[in-house]
């Protein structure tokens, strides 16, 4: 008997004060320049974890660090510009002017990891 197991890895979705903006497919580099292409505007200036202009405080989720950040961060905070989202992340920013997407049909968490026989 042989069995296939299959697993979803859907794409997080980056959220805005609880307002889902896009989903990250891996389309953009960083999650700096995601929220750019959606138009939504992060102060930045070195773009590569040095200054911390582009702190963002991150209200849940989390982030994964493409390159080592230099800038000084608290627990609740990354920075956009060196960094993708490792899960759905919600981050304290104004959604104001971004187009917003639905939410995917997801399967049941259950149902994430299947086993056809
Ligand atoms: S822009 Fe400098 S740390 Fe992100």
Redesign the pocket.
Known sequence: MSSLTLTCNKAPIVSLNGQPVLLFNGQQHTL?QALEVKKIKV?????????????TRVISGSVRYLTE?L?VLGEDEC????CVPSKDLDLDLSAKGADLVNRPVSLHPQAEHLLID
């Open positions: 700096l102060f930045s200036e070195c773009r590569s974890g040095y200054c911390g202009a582009c702190k950040p800038a920075l956009p510009c060196c």
